[in-house]
């Protein structure tokens, strides 16, 4: 069985409660869910006594004779004997089926998760399977040492490697405020498609910086979140976003290059300012406002689009963008800021 094969089924009886226990308290359970979050990466980097370790705290949170189980089979794997299943006559395809009423699965790795809500406080309402999973995880590159990070409740909450190359482990939901802030070591990120959100400062100062992908996952970047990556040349802003925070990108002067997708309405403040080396920017359909000093600075700026969507355009919007030539302001525009252009 493959490594995520096996974790997929670990994390989804791993929080089965049998009939003659008592239901865990969601204070438990929530430890319990973290604890099994941390096992699956360090089982992912290949360090199965890490792994065993969680899984047990986990067991000290919410103890039924299924963890107990598996814990068994990990130990005998760490061990190399053989489980019953791996010795069996090989088939075409090897399926756990279970019920319902008796899949417990916060993280959507498999299973069945229909278990009534009140009973499973992390269920989200996806019809995710085991198979769509394994798809999306099986091609996402190793993690870096899990030991660099400083994961809780499935956010990011500080990185504490030695930066270069870095991957977050899949997992993680959030990448927190000030995770990777002052990082000057780093010089790219590899974000899972896990994450669903970017905090404030999260990148600031990490000038070295040159290369990041976004997942379609995320749907908020915080403000600052890129403040200061002066040597980031470009950045593909995810379908989902809706709103691009405060100084988000300000000055990311080697930024030559940015894609804004139509899920966007608000440009923020000071989002692009500063970025000197932007030569050109289509600002999609949708955005209703441009934030005071969004692209101010930006002294590169030949030519922008600004769609009819728009209303409303900022304070300083634009000023001291001194290779700006020409501009069409469209008629939606009713609102234009003192010293805008």
């Given amino acids: ?36 979050q941390l096992a699956e990466s360090y089982y992912n980097a290949g360090d199965i006594d890490k792994a065993i370790s969680e899984l047990e705290k ?18 005998n794997e760490r061990s190399g004997v053989k489980s019953e299943s791996s010795t069996a006559a090989p088939t075409a395809t090897t399926t756990t089926t279970t019920t319902a009423s008796e899949v417990f699965d916060p993280f959507g790795f498999g299973g069945t998760t229909t278990t009534p809500e009140e009973y499973n406080p992390y269920y989200t309402g996806s019809d995710t399977t085991s198979a769509e999973t394994e798809a999306t ?13 400083n994961i809780k409740d499935g956010v990011l909450k ?64 915080g403000n600052n979140a890129f403040y200061h990556c002066s040597n980031l040349t470009s950045i593909t802003i ?41 030569t050109s920017i289509t600002i999609p359909y949708g955005v209703t406002s441009i934030g005071g000093n969004a692209f101010s600075s930006c002294s590169r700026l030949t030519s922008i689009t600004i769609p009819d969507s728009v209303t409303s355009i900022g304070f300083a919007a634009f000023y001291n963008c001194s290779s700006l030539t020409s501009i069409t302001i469209p008629d939606s525009v009713t609102s234009i800021g003192f010293a805008a252009f």
């Fill in 158 to 221: 500080k990185y504490k490697g030695k930066g270069g190359e870095v991957v977050i482990p899949w997992g993680v939901t959030s990448i927190g405020e000030y995770a990777f802030r002052n990082c000057s070591s780093l010089t790219s990120i590899t974000i899972p498609d896990s994450v669903t959100s970017i905090g404030n400062k999260a990148f600031a100062y990490c000038s070295k910086l040159t290369s990041i992908t976004i997942p379609d996952s995320v749907t908020s970047i």
């Fill in 238 to 278: 995810p379908y989902g976003v809706t709103s691009i925070g405060y100084s988000a990108f300000y000055w990311c002067s080697s930024l030559t290059s940015i894609t804004i997708p139509d899920s966007v309405t608000n440009v923020g403040d000071y989002a692009f300012s500063s970025c000197s080396n932007l």
């Fill in 137 to 149: 995880t099986t091609d996402y590159p190793p993690a870096s040492d899990i030991n660099d990070f």
């Fill in 58 to 75: 986990a067991l000290e949170k919410v103890d039924s004779a299924e963890i107990r189980d598996l814990l068994a089979k990990y130990i």
């Fill in 1 to 36: 069985m493959k490594k995520r094969n096996i974790m997929a089924a670990m994390l989804a009886a791993a929080v089965v409660i049998s009939s003659a226990c008592s239901q865990p308290t969601t204070a438990d359970t929530q430890n319990a869910s973290s604890y099994i």
